[in-house]
Each structure stands twice: as C-alpha cells, then as structure tokens.
C-alpha cells in the first residue's frame, strides 16, 4: 500500500521558519515527480514546488528565494524548508505524486 505522510506544520510568526516532511510508504520518493502544493482558507489548491527525479527544482513566483523542496532519498522523505513566511503563506501543505496526496499538514502564520 502506498501512501504520503506530511508533518512540521505548526503556528509560526510572520518572518519565522518552518520545515515541512513528506514521507513516502510503499514507494520510492526519488522515482517520482514530487510537488508540494497548498490551499488557503476560500481558496483552491495551488501548486508550490516540483522536484524531478533528477533534482530539478521549480517553485511557483510567490515562494521563490523563501522555500526550498529537497529530498533525502536515504530516510525517503521529500522536504520543504520554507522561510521568511508571510500571513498569506497561510493554507494547508499537502505533498503529491501520481500515485495520490497525503493528508496534509497545517500552516498557520501570524501574530
């Protein structure tokens, strides 16, 4: 059975940090196209970062130079450090490859 597990989100003050986790079961996080996407409150999900296989990076305009996707292909985990967070960095975090989405993890930044 495959599945994806995020954990690390957390309640965090405007410019603060946070490190997101996304464990892979019953597959190989490093064979897959990796994304991490997100949906604030009101709004639909929104794509956020891509890691390749090969390591290629992209990440959509609002985050780029503030979070980073990487990958520990020893522990299978796919990552996403996120810094300098804003209030609109609020939503939920879900990691997501073609076989499905994880649970998701909550991000909450403010005051």
């Known amino acids: 059975q495959v599945h994806l597990v995020e954990s690390g989100g957390g309640l965090v003050q405007p410019g603060g940090s ?3 986790s996304c464990v892979g079961s019953g597959m190989l996080l490093s064979n897959y196209d990796m994304n991490w996407y997100r949906q604030a409150p009101g709004k639909s ?3 956020v970062a891509l890691m390749t296989p090969s390591g290629n990076t992209k990440y959509v ?3 780029k130079g503030r979070f980073s996707i990487y990958r520990d292909n020893a522990e299978n985990t796919l990552y996403l450090q996120m810094d300098n ?3 609109e960095d609020t939503a939920i975090y879900y990691c997501y490859n073609r076989n499905g ?3 998701g993890t909550q991000v909450t930044v403010s005051s």
């Open 18 to 20: 946070l490190r997101l």
């Open 45 to 47: 999900r929104e794509w």
């Open 61 to 63: 305009d609002s985050v």
């Open 85 to 87: 967070l804003t209030p």
């Open 101 to 103: 989405w994880g649970q």
